[in-house]
């Protein structure tokens, strides 16, 4: 049986469910039957940079073994439903599309270490599902319409990559933020976030929080030793430049 499906990067079109027939990987085409016993031990699904025009979400709950799925840069569109409820999904890319919507509700994913849903056109504010990944390592969320602020983080302890760049993100960063050990990334550009932003425990290296209404001073860039690229223009901090 399959349990490694990758066909990325051809130019393959129209719906998923017709590249499974093709594959000889179906038999129906109706919801809940459409996987065989053949298919059902996929581990590892990689559909990516293909034209791909309609979701097989409803479908990919039939596949229980699921690990990895990218279906990124697509055509695919619409809301992202939560059709990976309860599975070991571990790697969820879904970026590079057209979905729309709300967040999607992410609640029983417990072994999910990267979400990427970032280039889309995803608009709901309700970012609180995030919360509940406590074993998420890379968070991509950017080039989307999300508004609203950022929910708690401090479940998210693994965390390395944190990126919400391009957005319409508002309100303070969550305290919890800068007291995870991981984080590598941190982007932030792009937004409207405001406050001051305290020392950063993690000592990441990227950090880029350009065009945003961040205020204070630059006193945390001090403790920042491993920081190769650092952005910060277009804000409102003030005061000395801190000591090298």
Do not use: W
Request: proline share 5%.
């Amino acid at each position: 049986p399959f349990e490694y499906f990758n066909v990325s990067r051809n130019q393959f079109s129209g719906a998923i469910t017709a590249l499974f027939s093709v594959f000889g990987l179906s038999d129906v085409e109706r919801p809940g039957e459409i996987f065989t016993t053949r298919k059902s031990m996929i581990r590892i699904l990689d559909l990516s940079h293909n034209l791909f025009s309609r979701d097989l979400q409803y479908r990919l709950y039939d596949l229980k073994l699921l690990e990895y799925v990218d279906l990124s840069n697509n055509d695919l569109d619409g809301e992202i439903y939560n059709r990976f409820d309860g599975l070991p999904i571990k790697t969820l890319k879904l970026n590079g599309n057209r979905f729309s919507g709300q967040f999607p509700t992410l609640f029983n994913m417990p072994f999910l270490t990267e979400l990427d849903v970032s280039n889309n056109e995803i608009s709901g504010g309700d970012l609180s599902p995030i919360s509940l990944l406590s074993k998420l390592e890379t968070l991509n969320i950017s080039s989307n319409k999300i508004e609203g602020t950022l929910p708690d983080l401090q479940r998210l302890q693994n965390l390395r990559v944190f990126d919400v760049a391009n957005n319409s993100i508002s309100g303070n960063l969550p305290g919890e933020l800068f007291k995870l050990n991981s984080l590598t990334v941190i982007s932030l550009n792009d937004n409207k976030l405001k406050g001051e932003i305290p020392t950063i425990r993690s000592n990441p290296a990227y950090f880029n929080a350009k065009i945003n209404v961040f205020n204070g001073s630059l006193g945390f860039l001090a403790s920042l030793s491993a920081i190769q690229y650092f952005d910060v223009s277009n804000n409102f901090f003030s005061g000395a430049l801190p000591d090298a």
